[in-house]
């Protein structure tokens, strides 16, 4: 555990047995299957698709499309390209797929999709926000003005209300929170887009774990888009 | 190593593939089973061109597209135990391929996804396919519904695809409201999934 002792079990949310009823829109599952979204975005979306079955299915026929597309594109010439020095190389380097990466046992219990950013959630450097709510950064902001962090929202805090510049998601990794459009729990995806606003509130006993993840329109991405986003992400 | 052995749901379904099977899925399980390499030299034909086309079109300047062409083979070489024709067309799996190595090679960032090992644990990710039609069908009826799209909803279908936007920089590429575009790409996925037979 970590140092303050508070936190609550992270994996017990995911195993509830329980689809989330709250899911991306089809043009955010789009962005993620046509492969058009940042990293963090991409990764809330597939924090979600690990919990939902009908989420997954949805993303099967988004990936076909990509297929059926892939299929009609004219075909290009190859010109240095051939297939012997692609055997060649396949003899060369090896045909065996590269060795997934192994969990280490101080990684059981956090989300497989996290560990390539974290290690273990319980060696996650928390840093305090306000009273009650607590942040890690994930993902450094990108070129495309992209970024995701994880918050730790103790029981009953409520986070100032806000607007959004550009698309922020919100996943429930553990406990709940709710805003004007709904309770949300583990495995839940908020989606907030254009000029929505809301205040989400945690409200369970239990503190509410989540990945918040934010990219800007292509406007907020030059100097202005870095000096602004700070603010934008919370 | 796992390339030698497939997966036995790719043995049952791919050691006998039926009549209207695609020629792509056969020489697929062909490359997992016996490391066939006329099967691979036929998927070499057919996909580096247009995965080298898709580079291309998303901006890789003509060497570096040549060069992701070839990572997506050597990968569809190398992953080839992972694939099952059951749950995916071939293009559909090399698009995947394709699509990941693009991300990490142009963009420099990785695309998440959960892992097949994740996904087996999980019953109700059976292939879908087995419900009402084969691959073939499907693939028809697919390409059926892609052709029925209104020119507005191909366009923004294409520009997902193609431009490697999220939806809000669509909305702003063609000056059009948010939500115009959210919902094209929302009507299109329903004529999608109503051709397949996936209405939710």
Known sequence: MTESGEIGPWSSGQSAGRHPQHHPSDALLVGYGAGGLGEGLSLAVALHLAACPECRAALADIQAVG???????????????????????????????????????????????????????????????????????????????????????????????????????????AGSFSDELGRYVAGDIAEADGDVRHQPIADSHEECLCLIATEAPLRFTGLMGRLMQPFIGL | MRGIAPSSSSLTTGAAPDDGADPMSCALVAVAQRGDREAFARLFAHFAPRVKSYMLKLGAPPQRAEDLAQDTMLAVWRKAALFDPAKAEAATWVFTIARNLR?????????????????????????????????????????????????????????????????PAIAERLNLPLGTVKSRLRLAMGKIRKALGDES
């Not at chain 1, 240095?80 to 101080?106: F, I, K, N, S, V």
């Not at chain 1, 209300?161 to 998601?169: A, N, Q, S, V, Y």
């Open chain 1, 67 to 173: 297929g059926a597309l892939l299929d009609d594109l004219p075909p290009e010439p190859l010109e240095r390209l051939t297939l012997a020095d692609t055997l060649a190389r396949l003899d060369r380097e090896g045909c065996a797929a590269p060795p997934r990466r192994r969990c280490r046992p101080e990684e059981a219990g956090t989300p497989d999709l996290l560990r390539p950013y974290i290690g273990s959630l319980a060696a996650v450097p928390w840093q305090r926000l306000a009273p009650g709510v607590r942040r890690a950064e994930l993902l450094p902001r990108t070129a495309r003005g992209g970024c995701a962090q994880l918050l730790r929202i103790a029981p009953g805090t409520a986070l100032p209300h806000h607007g959004h510049g550009g698309l922020e998601l919100t996943l429930v990794l």
């Open chain 2, 103 to 167: 991300i990490d090679g142009l963009r420099r960032e990785r695309h998440p996804e959960v892992s097949d090992e994740a996904l087996a644990e999980h019953e109700d990710d059976r292939p879908r396919a087995d419900a009402l039609m084969d691959g073939a069908q499907r693939a028809t009826r697919l390409r059926g519904a892609l052709r029925d799209l209104t020119p507005e909803q191909a366009q923004v279908v294409h520009l997902s695809f193609f431009a490697d936007l999220a939806h």
